[in-house]
């Protein structure tokens, strides 16, 4: 093999291997750089819990809080609807309800449809623990709760609490059909629609775990519900749903195309290696033409003499044939 030749095999050699090892390496970094954000977030909650402080709490835009005596119900039906605080899937969340309540349903919201999901339910004290996780930001959570008291007035007293703080909090107190002297503290903007009336009390900035009591009062000839008892308000979960998952999909993604990147070049490693090994085995390029050297005694450009006898060549100064002994011309 000349010099010539193994230069070239080493230019070639590493001609596709580096491109699939810079390939993963760009993947791997862009994976990392999305993981930044959570990294920093942590950061700085420790660096806030080292300093003696509590990181901020997550904030909800808006929260909308529907109280709904004997609606369907002999009970107090309470319906949250929202958006949870921004994160990354999935979105854990408990919630701090009165102790004799019964979850109704917990759902999160996909496009323009429900899907319930699995809750946890655990008593403390006179309060009941409700945790969940979300695929999705929007949810809506209902539950029963018993009134403080019947006779010889309705009465009932809630105090709402949230884990994370609340920009805009409105709740809307619904009056029962065939009610009377309904009143609610604190007073709210009351309202009609659809046949019912409505009281709207509107709080703005709700710090987390700050409590927003809201008392009613009321008359009633019977213990009927205003509407008959309704079926669940949300579907069940898709088939297809997926599973909450503890990584960002962002980085599900980059570390699929990572594999996918891998794999791709574990299957051309054979290839390159054939490639190398053929341009190895390559023959030696065939070396230049030498200069033929003149015979002995004949000057460049002098036209050759034969032996017309025999062919046989003849020098320049011979006067007979080497081979026959004829004489030559």
């Known amino acids: 093999m000349t010099a010539g030749h193994r230069h070239q095999h080493v230019s ?48 909800a835009p808006a929260l909308d809080v529907d109280i709904l005596p004997e609606h369907d119900d002999p009970r107090v039906l309470v319906i949250y609807r929202g958006t949870l ?22 759902a999160y919201r996909r496009g323009d449809q429900l899907f319930s999901t699995v809750y946890d339910a ?21 539950y029963y709760m018993e009134f403080t008291a019947r006779r010889p007035e309705r009465r009932f007293s809630i105090a709402l609490t949230f884990p994370f703080a609340v920009d805009l909090l ?10 009377s002297n309904f009143r609610v503290f604190p007073e709210g903007e009351k309202l009609t629609s659809g046949g019912f009336t409505y009281y709207l009390l509107t709080q703005s900035r709700v710090g987390a775990g700050q409590p927003v009591t809201v008392r009613a009062v009321y008359a009633k000839p019977d213990d ?27 980085i599900w993604i980059a570390i699929i195309v990572a594999g996918v990147v891998i794999a791709a070049a574990i299957l051309a490693a054979p290839f390159l290696r054939r490639d190398r090994d053929r341009s190895s085995r390559r023959p030696a390029p065939p070396p230049p033409p030498r200069k033929r050297r003149q015979p002995q005694g004949q000057q460049e450009g002098q036209p050759r003499r034969y032996c017309e006898n025999c062919g046989a060549r003849a020098r320049p100064e011979d006067r007979f044939c080497s081979q026959c002994g004829r004489p030559l011309p």
């Open 224 to 250: 009927e519900p205003s509407l008959p008892r309704s079926s669940a308000p949300v579907a069940a979960p898709p088939a297809a749903a997926p599973a909450p998952s503890a990584l960002s999909p962002y």
């Open 170 to 179: 409105r709740i809307a107190v619904e009056q029962p059909a065939r009610a």
């Open 122 to 142: 655990r008593p403390e004290g006179n309060r009941l623990q409700v945790t969940f996780a979300l695929p999705e930001r929007e949810f809506q959570f209902e």
């Open 85 to 106: 605080p921004e994160g990354a899937p999935p979105y854990q969340v408990t919630f701090s309800i009165p102790g004799a309540s019964q979850v109704h349903a917990l």
């Open 12 to 59: 070639r050699s590493p001609a596709g291997l580096p491109i699939v090892v810079s390939t993963v390496i760009a993947v791997i970094a862009f994976a990392l750089a999305l993981t930044i954000p959570q990294v920093w977030s942590g950061l700085k909650a420790f660096a806030a819990m080292a300093g003696g402080t509590a990181p901020a709490a997550a904030t």
